[in-house]
């Protein structure tokens, strides 16, 4: 992207320096990295805090193939000349409001998803071959294109995602409670399956929102990604939804910062970012379940010992 701008703008000098508040400004002073900025962090934010409960009820496919659903829906749209993100949001609101009405008996149901999904994506490719006109639009759906949002589009990722905040906070507790253990939710008298639709319409949102940033293709390491990191980090809910939030919006700005600075798409830093940050929450929690393994063994070899010491002291006194 930069070097674009250097040979647009004269006098503009590519790279970063040493000046990080310099190179802020710099990155900043650019409409569109505003614009990609301010949607790229309501985007992160509704996705970490909504992945966050996908990996906690375990729905991780259920939210790939509701992505992939989607990309119906943008090319349908762009076939019919509407916006490709209202496509997203229209078939995506549809397909999870199916999946919510399922309830239990969409787990074990992969095969369905997949070949739903499969079918999906063909009608998509089937959508863009009839259209005559440019279908960058959808194709930049497949993969993200944050960069070319408008000012418009951005007030709308805003309100969207005050929407979804909000219907989040007003069933976080029944849906966490569902989450862990639906069955005592239920006995409690929690509805369980209106709290799953609502969760499925919300996911929907998040995914209509996040496409911009990383594509359908791709929005499966923004989704899910910092919830599971989180979760293998954290162990209170509440600070691992704070921590996934947290990691969601910390990728998109690395990846916006570093795809403004390398011909990169930040499509590819941020499911670049999120593996790598998943591999390195993996191996922490992998050393620190061998090193608290080794303290619970060397803890229980020492009152071993102290008890082995204590019964030959009781020995010697009763000689």
Same mark, same amino acid.
């Given at each position: 992207?930069?070097?674009?701008?250097?040979?647009q703008?004269?006098?503009?000098?590519?790279?970063?320096?040493?000046?990080?508040?310099?190179?802020?400004?710099?990155?900043?002073?650019?409409?569109?990295?505003?614009?990609?900025?301010?949607?790229?962090?309501?985007?992160?934010?509704?996705?970490?805090?909504?992945g966050?409960?996908?990996?906690?009820?375990?729905?991780?496919?259920?939210?790939?193939?509701?992505?992939?659903?989607?990309?119906?829906?943008?090319a349908?749209?762009?076939?019919?000349?509407?916006?490709?993100?209202?496509?997203?949001?229209?078939l995506?609101?549809?397909a999870?409001?199916?999946?919510?009405?399922?309830?239990?008996?969409?787990?074990?149901r992969d095969? #369905? /998803?997949? *070949?739903?999904?499969?079918?999906?994506?063909?009608?998509?490719? =089937? !959508?863009? %071959? @009839?259209?005559?006109?440019? $279908?960058?639009n959808?194709?930049?759906?497949?993969?993200?294109?944050?960069?070319?949002?408008?000012?418009?589009?951005?007030?709308?990722?805003?309100?969207?995602? #005050? /929407?979804? *905040?909000?219907?989040?906070?007003?069933?976080?507790?029944?849906? =966490? !409670?569902? %989450? @862990?253990?639906?069955?005592? $939710?239920?006995a409690?008298?929690?509805?369980?399956?209106?709290?799953?639709?609502?969760?499925?319409?919300l996911?929907?949102?998040?995914?209509?929102?996040?496409?911009?940033?990383?594509?359908?293709?791709l929005?499966?390491?923004?989704?899910?990604?910092?919830?599971?990191?989180?979760?293998?980090?954290?162990?209170?809910?509440?600070?691992?939804?704070?921590?996934?939030?947290?990691?969601?919006?910390?990728?998109?700005?690395?990846?916006?910062a570093?795809?403004y600075?390398t011909?990169?798409?930040?499509?590819f830093?941020?499911?670049?970012?999120?593996?790598a940050?998943?591999?390195?929450?993996?191996?922490?929690?992998?050393?620190?379940?061998?090193?608290?393994?080794?303290?619970?063994?060397?803890?229980?070899?020492?009152?071993?010992?102290?008890?082995?010491?204590?019964?030959?002291?009781?020995?010697t006194?009763?000689?």
């Open positions: 992207m930069i070097i674009t701008l250097a040979a703008v004269p006098g503009f000098t590519p790279g970063p320096g040493w000046n990080l508040i310099a190179d802020l400004q710099d990155m900043l002073s650019f409409a569109f990295m505003r614009n990609a900025f301010a949607a790229g962090t309501a985007s992160a934010i509704v996705a970490g805090l909504i966050y409960f996908v990996v906690l009820r375990q729905s991780s496919f259920a939210a790939h193939a509701i992505s992939h659903i989607g990309f119906a829906g943008a349908g749209a762009v076939l019919l000349g509407f916006s490709p993100v209202l496509g997203v949001a229209v995506s609101l549809a999870s409001g199916a999946m919510g009405m399922l309830g239990k008996r969409l787990r074990g095969v #369905v /998803i997949g *070949l739903v999904m499969a079918a999906s994506l063909g009608l998509g490719y =089937l !959508f863009i %071959s @009839l259209y005559t006109g440019n $279908a960058q959808a194709y930049s759906i497949l993969f993200g294109q944050i960069f070319g949002i408008t000012t418009g589009a951005v007030l709308i990722t805003i309100g969207a995602s #005050v /929407i979804v *905040l909000a219907a989040l906070t007003a069933i976080f507790r029944p849906l =966490l !409670f569902a %989450s @862990l253990d639906e069955e005592v $939710a239920q409690r008298g929690i509805p369980v399956g209106a709290i799953g639709i609502g969760f499925m319409l996911m929907a949102l998040a995914v209509s929102e996040a496409v911009q940033v990383s594509g359908v293709l929005i499966f390491a923004l989704l899910v990604a910092p919830g599971a990191i989180a979760e293998r980090i954290a162990r209170r809910p509440a600070t691992a939804l704070a921590l996934s939030g947290c990691l969601a919006v910390l990728i998109t700005w690395i990846s916006l570093l795809s600075y011909p990169y798409p930040v499509s830093y941020v499911t670049s970012l999120a593996f940050g998943y591999l390195a929450a993996r191996a922490w929690t992998a050393w620190a379940g061998q090193a608290g393994r080794g303290r619970r063994l060397a803890s229980q070899r020492q009152g071993q010992r102290d008890a082995g010491m204590q019964a030959r002291g009781t020995a006194v009763r000689l």
